[in-house]
């Protein structure tokens, strides 16, 4: 059985900076694709970014030039840099990996809170 940590949320300042990481443990599985998602309070959840096998990655209009998906294959890691941040950037972020091309599974979430 696979299992996901994530961390890195916070409170930080409009501008500000944070690096969100997904740290997935378990015996013998590989991380296909990987995706971060948020969802504000009153909102649906919604697709922020993802990163291929390949490592294409493809990102939602709101956070173009703002934020970047990475991997790090070795660590089982999946990161989520977030940069330039506002306050509507406000949400838990979640993040979902798709293990082996086989099944996904859902991280805890981790709050980002945009506020002066």
């Known amino acids: 059985q696979v299992q996901l940590v994530e961390s890195g949320g916070g409170l930080v300042q409009p501008e500000g900076s944070l690096r969100l990481s997904c740290v997935a443990s378990g015996n013998s599985f590989r991380i296909a694709t990987g995706n971060w998602y948020r969802q504000a309070p009153g909102k649906q959840r919604e697709l922020v970014a993802g990163?291929?096998?390949?490592?294409?990655?493809n990102y939602a209009d709101s956070v173009k030039g703002r934020f970047i998906i990475s991997r790090d294959n070795a660590k089982n890691t999946v990161y989520l840099q977030t940069n330039s941040l506002k306050p509507e950037d406000t949400a838990v972020y979640y993040c979902?990996?798709?293990?082996?091309?086989?099944?996904?599974?859902w991280g805890q979430g981790t709050q980002v809170t945009v506020a002066s």
């Open positions: 979902n990996l798709l293990i082996s091309f086989s099944y996904d599974i």
């Open positions: 990163i291929t096998t390949s490592g294409t990655t």
